[in-house]
Structure formats: C-alpha cells, structure tokens
C-alpha cells in the first residue's frame, strides 16, 4: 500500500476526535446497482462509488484491500470483478436466478499508524513512535430484484458491521450490527440527492423503524461508530467503523 493511498484511506475518510468516543465522517463510500429490478438473462451493473454527493460520488474508491461480492437468491457468493469507471469502480453480473440478489464490499485497510512519515500500515508494537494507532473497516450493501415477484427484502447481511433492510409495503425497518451483536444508540443518517438529514437512532435491538410513503429512488443510509479496544495492550488506540446501505423505493 503506497504513502499517497495512506493519506486518501484517512484524510478522505474520517477525522477523528480522539476521547470523544465520536467522529465525523468526512465521506460515503456505497455499491449500487444500475437497476432496481431486471430479468433472469440480462446483464447489470454494479458500481461503487465515493464521497460527498450520492448517487454520482466524484471521489476515488480505494482500491487496496478493497473486496466486493453478490450473493444470489439461492445463497450463491461471487466474488465481483471491478474495474476502474473514472473515479468509481465498476463489476457486472449476468442475472441467472429469480429472486432478491445482494451485493456488498468491505473495505479492511487494518491497522494504521501516525508517524512522522505519515500513515503506515502497522500498530504501536511496529511504531512505537506512533502519535496514534487506529483499526480501520468500512463496507456497504444494496440489492437488485431479478423477476416480478415480491419481495420483503430481508437482507442476509453477514457483514463485520453492518446495517440490514426490512421493508414491507411504506415501511422501513434497519438493523445496526457489529460482531452480529444489534448495536444501541447508533445514529444513522439517510442521504439523497437533495441532502443529508438524521433517519434515527437505533433502540435496544439496534434498529431504527421509518415510514417512507413518499420515498422514490435510491436512498443511501449510512451509519458511523468508534471505540476503544477491550484489550488495552491491543496495541492501537480506536477502532473506526463505516458501513452503508443503498435501498430503491
């Protein structure tokens, strides 16, 4: 991983407020399907993008560490192919089953250290040096349904942190996991062309229940959350978490 990726993996992603126990995001990063639903035979798109403007992004996806799959309707994984699109990437999947079809990333740069050369890879046991140490992960969901049936679309996220759909009808249910523990307090935020605004803060089962009667179009939700590691000598000082989720209405 070279210097310059560093520098983009934490300047373009967070700035942190160390013993705050918060931080804000300074941008998105999303996977999103061309289309919301398409038949058995066609070809579709799946691009991921980043930054401050969904759904066309205009910063750069990282590229190192940098994963994405599909998982189809009968439970089948594939590794995506991505190629560069500009300033997103792009894979394409040849649609073979009827069904809700999903399809995630993550981003596991790992450990990262402060020093006076910059970011670089590696805890507080390589750096001691370091001005601070910090466990990066991000990842992002969405889905595509291929056939006219109806759909609930449960989500069979199983993603380190993550945020799964429930939808029926104007109804939104989001769940916040990590560890596949629900995760309580977690503000997560919805985005749309227009701009961003606060879609909840989940309860004690981690999930946040929205009533859209008049949602058209994709929307991004995106959700953001940091801690200290339960092992002191874990040798970093704060774990940082990112995950969204793209859902047609």
């Not at 985005?191 to 009667?213: K, M, N, Q, W």
Request: glycine share 10%.
């Amino acid at each position: 991983m070279n210097h310059h990726m560093l520098q983009m993996i934490y300047c373009g992603l967070v700035f942190l407020l160390l013993g705050a126990g918060t931080f804000v995001q300074a941008h998105d990063t999303w996977i999103r399907p061309e289309k919301a639903r398409v038949e058995t035979g066609d070809t579709i798109n799946l691009t991921v993008s980043s930054g401050h403007h969904f759904p066309d992004g205009g910063d750069s996806v990282p590229r190192d560490d940098f994963r994405a799959w599909l998982i189809s309707p009968s439970g089948t994984e594939y590794e995506l192919t991505l190629a560069d699109a500009g300033k997103s990437q792009q894979g394409t999947f040849v649609v073979t089953e009827r069904g809700r079809h999903l399809v995630y990333f993550e981003h596991t740069p790992g450990i990262l250290s402060k020093t006076t050369k910059g970011w670089v890879p590696g805890d507080r046991n390589a750096h001691p040096e370091a001005i601070r140490s910090i466990y990066f992960y991000s990842s992002g969901a969405g889905s595509f349904l291929a056939g006219s049936d109806s759909d609930p679309r449960r989500l069979p996220v199983t993603l380190k942190f993550h945020l799964a759909a429930h939808v029926v009808d104007d109804q939104v249910t989001l769940t916040a996991r990590l560890d596949g523990k629900p995760l309580t307090g977690l503000e997560i935020r919805k985005i749309t062309p227009s701009g961003s605004s606060p879609a909840g803060t989940t309860d004690e089962l981690g999930r946040v229940v929205l009533v859209a009667p008049d949602w058209r179009g994709d929307i991004l939700f995106s959700a953001h959350y940091n801690r200290r590691p339960a092992d002191p000598a874990a040798g970093y000082d704060q774990e940082n978490y990112h995950t969204t989720l793209v859902i047609h209405f």
